[in-house]
């Protein structure tokens, strides 16, 4: 830097003095960077807020915020610092980032949401404190995704709200699959006669052609055949 180094440079793959240290967690190097002129709105260094987001650096995060980092910045994948920390666990960079302004409902390009992430991970600390912050819970989401967060879960009462309370019975979800399929493929025949009584589709098909009726032929459910 004293020799005249550029502090903005960075790699063909984004990588810049900035990203690299503060996903090692170089607090000092950082503050060295900021300091001779590194700015966090270029490309390379604008990923030193992800970066360290997921490794959980809080120092740099709260480092990099301050040296005026977007809380919202995303990668290619629609992924931000925050979706990050979630997933890893870090609530305090998760506090530390929605005090910040971050947008607790951004979605990600496979529809991953900060408040999901924790649910996947089962951190209830991290999903907790992201509803505190204004966090939309995964069931009250728009489209599938709820119903199909609250089938993994196992959670029943909420599947059986989501499938009365539809205004789509016959919607997809990311994957293309019905709420009736994804009932048959599981299993659970009290929520597909639930959906047929809410006039779903019976000879909905998954992409390739096989219906709930298949499903439910393929693993024996006798009764949901009948």
Known sequence: LEGGASPNLWTRDTNSPLRMAAQSGELAVVELLLDHGASCSVPGNNEA????????????????????????????????PLILAAEYGHVDLVRMLLGAGAN??????????????????????????????????PYLAVGLVPFTDALKAGDDAAVRRLI????????????????LVHC???????????LLARGADPDAAMPDG????????????????E
């Open 49 to 80: 807020l992800i970066a360290a987001s997921q490794k959980g650096h809080t120092e740099v995060v709260a480092r990099l915020l301050q040296a005026g980092a977007d809380p919202d910045w995303c990668d290619a994948s629609g992924l931000t």
């Open 210 to 225: 096989i219906t709930a009726l298949t499903l439910a032929a393929e693993y024996g459910h006798l009764g949901m055949v």
């Open 104 to 137: 607790p409902d951004h979605t990600s390009a496979d529809l991953s949401t900060a408040v999901r992430m924790a649910r996947r991970k089962d951190n209830e600390e991290v999903f907790q404190c992201l509803l505190d912050g204004g966090a939309t819970h």
């Open 164 to 179: 009365a309370e539809a205004d789509d019975v016959d919607a997809r979800s990311f994957s293309g699959l019905t709420m």
């Open 184 to 194: 048959a493929r599981t299993g659970r025949e009290d929520d597909v006669a639930a």
